[in-house]
């Protein structure tokens, strides 16, 4: 097969197109530039896309001796993945911007292009197994990337190539090693990658600029506080809250919902977050839904049994146990054991 390895400059990517090197496939490296500003790409571990990362991905290609090209996709980043990231957030609802990228840049736009340059296929360094056309859990459980990959159509994932998901980390690291690559022992990214401080509400405000509201006490209808910005909150949160009024049963409270058009951020007891049932829009079918099955409902949260009904356009989801801290605009995504049967969009 000729196959396009997205290279990210991390181990995973790197191990990925190694592998389908050894597998007899012609393979060529591009690495995305994704920011309008070079800048202001964060340094070192806290993200992905910085300027180490270009180097790096630079320095595999060179070592696994194939041609490696820069895309330049920033312009559709900043619309896709930046300016959705702001504008969900504004609108009360919790952002995945990993996910929107999976599914509107790396397996969208650059698969999309690659088909038109003649590739068969994307290989990616994902943590996930994706076997005739049916994507699974990795066999890593703490790296599994399943649920951001989720989002992804069945034409999509035809295009994808997974070499990683039988691997743990811990192996990916020591196949690096083995192959000479770089990167073996270069740390994880984590947090949003284009929020160079990682300080996003102060990100949010510099697009949102300062609107002030209240902090309200579920339980009283008290005002217990102020705020510059409700966009940035998010259900479930505790910390940041400078509340000036303390519960009078000395429990912390967290934040319960939040509201754009009154700028209302609502506060209560920590049982108060716990959800018997989640409404979910914009379904996207794999395989035929069961009576019941499994949802997870963060990246790395927890599991719930659950029983899905028709709502309209979109799905109701009956809990067998209590989810704490479901936040509108996080993904949903429906498991039988490993297998992923659909993805939608908690409401």
């Not at 691997?167 to 949003?192: N, Q």
């Not at 160079?196 to 579920?218: E, I, W």
């Not at 979910?280 to 659950?306: E, K, M, Y």
Request: hydrophobic fraction near 40%.
């Amino acid at each position: 097969m000729r196959l396009l390895a997205a290279l990210s400059g991390g181990v995973d990517s790197a191990v990925a197109a190694a592998l389908a090197v050894e597998a007899g496939h012609d393979v060529t490296g591009v690495h995305l530039a994704l920011s309008t500003s070079p800048a202001t790409l964060r340094s070192g571990s806290r993200g992905c896309c910085s300027k180490e990362d270009a180097r790096d991905a630079s320095r595999v290609a060179d070592v696994l001796g194939i041609p490696y090209y820069v895309w330049d996709f920033a312009e559709q980043f900043r619309a896709d993945v930046v300016d959705d990231f702001v504008a969900e957030y504004a609108a009360g609802r919790t952002p995945n911007p990993c996910l929107r990228c999976n599914e509107r840049i790396k397996f969208t736009a650059v698969l999309d292009r690659a088909l038109a340059l003649g590739f068969d296929a994307v290989v990616t360094g994902h943590h996930a197994r994706l076997e005739h056309g049916v994507l699974s859990r990795s066999a890593d459980a703490g790296k599994d990337q399943s649920y951001v990959l989720a989002v992804l159509t069945p034409q999509q994932l035809a295009g994808t190539v997974l070499p990683l998901g039988h691997l743990t980390k811990a192996r990916v690291r020591e196949l690096a090693a083995e192959r000479g690559l770089g990167v073996a022992d270069k740390p994880d990214s984590h947090d949003v990658c284009f929020i160079a401080d990682g300080d996003t509400a102060g990100f949010l405000r510099s697009h949102l600029g300062s609107q002030p509201g209240p902090v309200v006490d579920a339980l009283t209808g008290a005002v217990v506080g102020a705020h510059d910005g409700a966009y940035g909150y998010t259900v479930g949160q505790r910390r940041g809250l400078a509340l000036s009024v303390p519960a009078a049963d000395g429990r912390p409270r967290y934040v319960l919902s939040v509201e754009p058009v009154s700028r209302t951020v609502t506060v209560g007891p920590g049982e108060a977050l716990d959800v018997h049932e989640v409404r979910c829009t914009r379904p996207l079918l794999h395989a035929p839904l069961p009576a019941s099955c499994a949802v997870q409902l963060r990246a790395h949260g927890a599991v719930h049994d659950c029983v899905v009904r028709q709502d309209g356009d979109g799905w109701r989801l009956s809990l067998a146990t209590p989810a704490r801290g479901v936040a509108p605009g996080q993904a949903a995504v429906l498991y039988d054991g490993d297998r992923v049967l659909a993805s939608a969009t908690s409401a």
